[in-house]
């Protein structure tokens, strides 16, 4: 059974910065594309970054670019989301997902993604 689980959130002061973990089960993360995207209080979905499986392939939300950096760890199956300069705008649940194909419409269509997490909770606040 596939398994990604989000863990790092939590509330941070405006300009700081946090590391999200997304850790797999069930699948190695070092042949999929993964994606990080977020949701925001009563907004829908929208995606943060995709990249492929042999991470040459860096796809970031043009909005998004400059503060964001996914990495991943392939010895302990888990992918990473460096968040810096922290908004209160960037208050959202943030999910990890997994998928065996990478596509150009990733980001903007979650097109690709075959597994998903549960999120976890970041809030930017004073």
């Known amino acids: 059974q596939v398994q990604l689980v989000e863990s790092g959130g939590g509330l941070v002061q405006p300009g700081g910065s946090l590391r999200l973990s997304c850790a797999a089960s069930g699948l190695s993360l070092e042949s999929y594309a993964i994606g990080w995207f977020r949701q925001a209080p009563g907004k829908e979905r929208e995606g943060v970054v995709c990249?492929?499986?042999?991470?040459?392939?860096?796809d970031y939300a043009d909005s998004l670019k400059g503060r964001f950096t996914v990495s991943r760890d392939n010895a302990k199956n888990t992918v990473y989301l460096q968040i810096n300069s922290l908004k209160v705008e960037d208050t959202a649940v943030y999910y990890c997902?997994?998928?065996?194909?990478?596509?150009?419409?990733?980001?903007?269509?979650?097109?690709?993604?075959?597994?998903w997490g549960k999120g976890t909770l970041v809030t930017v606040s004073s």
């Open positions: 990249i492929n499986s042999w991470r040459d392939i860096s």
């Open positions: 997902a997994a998928g065996s194909v990478f596509s150009k419409l990733c980001v903007t269509r979650e097109a690709g993604m075959d597994y």
